[in-house]
């Protein structure tokens, strides 16, 4: 649970950036003292870059995404951010739909975003644009589907290899 | 399959593949080398040979079940995988943890951080070359694990961490035990030292190879002992405490030569300080406590209260056949691993099983900047800079 120093830090940092650009925060979210800054897609590369460069945040902690489907926009983007001068931990997100899945690449404002990008483009089918190189880093690259998706099953849509069922039933 | 573009041209350079079999990818590492004669030109890492989809796993089950999945991930480090999800859930919940149940869990954490830079420690010696360090290395680390196995059942796959505390009371003795362990480490860390610290074998294989400088290294998110050796002092426990390491004294190593002989000397430092916080943990336990919080219909009740009292009879039913169901909401924990910020992020929609269960995994984050650091560099350097970013494949590929 983060005091409420913490808190009032966090604020400030919530302020300076609808000081920056009023559209760039369409919503706040406090939750067991963790603060998620909501943004539009379009306006979130530029507001990475201005969190970096003057708000201090200059360590990418993690980058995620969560499928909410049948819920539409179904996708949900998570950048973690820590300032690691100030102490202080924020959370970026943007809210993607399923017919047009693109966000623009993080990886010019933290290059350490390549992998964490790569690994949502593999496992969640969501594209990035500007990313240096995006191909699929922990499944073949040519795997069909993104397993992460809800409505991709986990047992996967393979069937028992075809081979192996009429040499089983012969014994 | 990956390959490497060719930059200036097939007569000059070749490709050559160092693993997935290789010895000292320590796992299934594959990394498309592309070389004009010696030199690294481009290094192009390809994995997933150990991809097990473990966090889409982790949705298909309950809250109290996917613990034993985190075991499986980094498989040198399976307490701490346990403590991160444990620690995320109960965020989701609100729940408070006995301050008994929280020492008992940082005891647990840092043998375990002594055990994994062992493991590290013999697996780069060999690596370098120095077969006996190794087998000195996994000596000590099997007196670790037999500690594990009195106080869990299970030398590595613990899942000993549980939502609300930890599963089951401390045997009999262990004091003895962990004792034993305070007493023989130091003097076996020195022996160490002495085969390798001012070993000119060793320095001429791990001095001024594999620099990366601060910048470059908080760019690519690099966390724990490689950060630490670029001169930030950057580790969860200062920084963002959990599990009450607030209340232990302890310092963090840092150097500034930032190559993988500092970040060996910073690892042979971090067990020394491990070693403090176990003796503080050992002396804060007491004997007797509660080792999970009361919180019915989430944390199993005990025993001799299922014996006696209906309502604890249906909520040990009740957990293990529907499970609980957090709040709706999301929650993001970091802890320090061994190998830097192991960090779980889970949302939950209201139901039993989380919406979605992400590990950010530091071996995966840190692997990032291998090529970063090998080119330019001879080939046998790549082993050195692959060994002292102390990757876990389990834990890269999840």
């Known amino acids: 649970m983060a005091d409420s120093g913490e808190q009032n830090a966090t604020s400030v940092i919530v302020e300076k950036l609808r000081g920056w650009n009023a559209q760039a925060v369409s919503e706040v979210i406090e939750f067991h003292g963790e603060t998620t800054v909501l943004v539009p897609r379009e306006l979130l590369r530029e507001t990475a870059e201005y969190c970096r460069s003057q708000l201090e945040f200059n360590f990418l902690s993690d980058a995620t995404s969560v499928d909410r489907f049948p819920i539409e926009p179904r996708f949900e983007l998570n950048y973690h951010l820590v300032s690691i001068p100030k102490r202080l931990k924020i959370r970026l997100r943007t809210r993607v739909s399923g017919s047009d899945p693109t966000v623009d690449s993080m990886v010019p404002v933290w290059p350490g975003a390549g992998w964490l990008e790569r690994e949502i483009f593999d496992l969640m089918g969501i594209r990035f644009e500007g990313h240096p190189d995006l191909r699929r880093i922990l499944l073949p690259a040519d795997w069909e589907g993104h397993p992460l998706r809800r409505d991709y099953p986990t047992e996967g849509f393979r069937d028992v290899p075809s081979t192996y069922i009429p040499a089983f039933k012969k014994q | ?398």
């Open chain 2, 1 to 398: 399959m990956t390959t490497v573009e060719t930059a200036t041209g097939p007569a000059k350079t070749m490709v050559l593949n160092m693993g997935p079999q290789h010895p000292s990818t320590h796992g299934v590492l594959r990394v498309a080398l592309e070389l004009d004669g010696e030199t690294v030109v481009k290094a192009d890492p390809d994995l997933g040979y150990l991809h097990t989809g473990i966090e889409k796993s982790c949705q298909d089950k309950t809250y109290a079940q996917a613990i034993t999945l985190t075991d499986r991930m980094d498989y040198l480090n399976p307490l701490g995988n346990n403590l991160v999800y444990c620690l995320a859930v109960e965020k989701l919940l609100g729940l408070e943890v006995p301050k008994r149940a929280q020492y008992i869990r940082v005891l647990m954490v840092e043998l375990q951080r002594i055990s994994s830079h062992l493991v590290w420690l013999g697996t780069h010696a060999i690596d370098m070359g120095a077969m006996s360090v190794f087998l000195y290395c996994f000596r000590e680390r099997e007196e670790i694990l037999k500690v594990f196995e009195r106080f869990a059942g299970q030398r590595m796959m613990t899942s000993y961490i549980r939502i609300g505390g930890v599963a089951v009371e401390p045997p009999a003795g262990w004091r003895e035990m962990v004792g034993k362990l305070l007493k023989m480490l130091p003097g076996r860390v020195d022996e160490y030292e002495a085969l390798l610290t001012e070993n000119r074998i060793w320095q001429a294989r791990l001095k001024g190879v594999g620099k990366i400088n601060l910048e470059d290294a908080i760019a690519y998110s690099m966390s724990g002992p490689t950060l630490r050796a670029a001169g930030l002092a950057y580790d969860n426990r200062k920084v963002f405490p959990y599990s009450s390491y607030e209340e232990f004294d302890f310092n963090v190593p840092t150097r500034t030569d930032s190559d993988c002989y500092g970040r060996y000397l910073l690892r042979v430092a971090e067990i020394r300080e491990s070693l403090k916080i176990v003796k503080q943990a050992m002396d804060k336990i007491t004997d007797s406590g509660d080792i999970k919080t009361e919180a019915p219909g989430i944390v199993p009740p005990q025993r001799e209260k299922m014996k006696t009292e209906m309502e604890a009879l249906i909520y040990h039913f009740k957990i293990f056949t529907e499970g609980f169901s957090p709040p709706p909401g999301d929650a993001y924990v970091a802890i320090e691993s061994p190998r830097g910020e192991l960090g779980c992020y889970i949302v939950s929609d209201g139901s039993p099983k989380p919406l979605r269960c992400h590990f950010r995994s530091p071996s995966y984050v840190n692997l990032q900047a291998l090529p970063k650091l090998i080119e330019g560099q001879l080939i046998a350097d790549v082993i050195a800079c692959i060994g002292t970013i102390d990757i876990v494949l389990g834990d890269v590929d999840r």
